[in-house]
């Protein structure tokens, strides 16, 4: 595929393929782990490997230069394909997890195995609110903000996959995030960049309703900084007021209700 088709490959691979794939790893998830396996991560190791594949034109994907909507048929297609190897890529270390968490609450008594809550289960129930919030940042935030915030990212590892999830797939994103990463830019100036992208960042998951502290699960996971400043009274609705109904404030000021006023002032 031609480099100036990928801007339009990842744009086709979010409105068509993500679907598939995420239906994928939850049909993965349930008949291979019980759905213990996190579908977050299942899917975050399918991007980084289909953004592998893309740069390396490699097989079986992009070994013979198709389209971007080729491509898109070919992904589609082998979804599952897609989905068995990130339970083969996440398995080992996904089973090591549970078994160390099994011999951990072994220890434990009864009342203290009862309080504590599954993180899985938690992201599951999350998944709804997660998903908005990932949504608001790619719709919300500009080109550049997205840019700099995945190259700012403090984990380096994790760069390449918050700009994937963000939609910062520009040559210009990569040559920045490369950089970043190479030390060829000033520590103060990182940090600066990663300061104030977070806090755009965090600007647009306020505006949002029922935001989780955190975005994405498993690999890759985004914790936002919230403001120290105590929120404000309908601030998480959207700046709507409380529920109370506007007939108790009018009823405040007002005399008792005359007899037959709500049958339309008739009188009994």
Not at 113 to 119: C, D, G
Not at 148 to 154: C, G, H, T
Not at 174 to 196: E, H, P
Not at 210 to 228: N, Q, R
Request: glycine share 4%; net charge positive.
């Amino acid at each position: 595929m031609k480099p100036q088709d990928h801007d339009q490959f990842w744009d086709l691979y979010e409105r068509n393929a993500r679907q598939p794939i995420e239906h994928a790893c939850l049909r993965a998830s349930r008949t291979k782990t019980d759905s213990t396996m996190d579908i977050a991560d299942m899917v975050a190791w399918i991007d980084t490997r289909i953004w592998t594949m893309l740069e390396k034109s490699a097989w079986p994907t992009f070994h013979d230069d198709p389209t971007p909507q080729q491509a898109i048929d070919r992904i589609i297609k082998h979804s599952s394909t897609l989905a068995r190897w990130a339970y083969l890529g996440l398995c080992r270390s996904h089973f090591r997890r549970l078994e160390n968490r099994a011999n951990y609450m072994g220890g434990m008594s009864r009342a203290q195995r009862l309080s504590l809550a599954s993180s899985v289960d938690t992201k599951i129930e999350q998944r709804e609110e997660l998903d908005s919030a990932i949504a608001s940042l790619r719709n919300s935030l500009s080109a550049n903000e997205k840019q700099k915030l995945a190259a700012s990212w403090i984990d380096k590892a994790d760069r390449s996959r918050v700009a994937l999830v963000l939609g910062a797939t520009r040559k210009e994103d990569d040559r920045l995030i490369t950089k970043v990463s190479g030390n060829a830019m000033n520590d103060n100036a990182v940090q600066q960049m990663r300061s104030r992208a977070r806090k755009r960042a965090q600007e647009v998951l306020n505006a949002a309703s029922k935001l989780p502290v955190y975005l994405f699960a498993g690999i890759l996971i985004i914790t936002m900084a919230l403001s120290s400043a105590p929120v404000q009274a309908g601030e998480q609705s959207g700046g709507r007021r409380g529920l109370t109904p506007p007939a108790v404030e009018h009823d405040a000021n007002q005399s008792a209700i005359v007899p037959g006023e709500q049958s339309g002032g008739r009188k009994p």
